[in-house]
């Protein structure tokens, strides 16, 4: 199966997972190199594809840097910017968008998100087992109720932290601050 942000490759002596990604022709002079390559320093190839997108993204997010560019509220691009490089050459760009043309950003709403919805939707996408979903349903369930709410949005680090004390208090642990 071929995937369209490609995959983490193997270094074929020590089995550690890299990411490795072509610098588009009119970035080179910006960038200074024709391929970037980054050690995601694990060999599970699970954590691999997650370390993989993410710093896919960071490049991406500096190429669009680079290259000017102005995104709309969806991420798509808006304008393509000209503009100079660290070396004084100008970059290409593609055709510039006149800004007042340009609706601007529709307002954020953060609107509250399901934990259990959440999890219903991974466990879908990620076809888990109906063993899995099963087992692990009613932690999910147990967490909502245990924060007294079911807004994944709201949901902090320090709630975590209380639900990670109050389980070690009822089977007698002491609690390890993280």
């Known amino acids: 199966m071929v995937h369209a942000f ?3 490759k193997r270094h074929p002596r020590s089995g550690v997972f890299f990411l490795r990604k072509r610098v588009p ?10 391929e970037i390559k980054i050690s995601l320093r694990t060999r599970d190839p699970d954590i691999a594809r997650i370390r993989h997108l993410e710093q896919l993204l960071r490049i991406e997010q500096s190429f669009a840097q680079i290259d000017g560019v102005l995104l709309g509220p969806n991420g798509s ?3 393509y910017i000209e503009i100079k490089s660290r070396t004084g050459v100008a970059m290409p760009a593609a055709p510039l968008v006149q800004l007042d043309q340009v609706a601007p950003p529709a307002p954020v709403t ?3 998100v399901s934990l259990i919805g959440l999890f219903e939707s991974y466990a879908a996408e990620a076809q888990l087992s109906p063993a899995t979903v099963k087992r692990w349903a009613p932690l999910i369930a147990r967490f909502a109720a245990h924060l007294g709410h079911d807004n994944a949005r709201a949901v902090r680090r320090d709630d975590v932290i209380a639900w990670k004390d109050s389980l070690l208090k009822e089977v007698g642990c002491a609690s390890v601050g993280l």
Request: charged share 30%.
């Open 77 to 79: 691009p808006l304008a």
């Open 25 to 34: 022709d009119r970035l080179r002079k910006a960038v200074g190199k024709r």
């Open 110 to 112: 953060s609107a509250p």
């Open 6 to 8: 490609g995959s983490p």
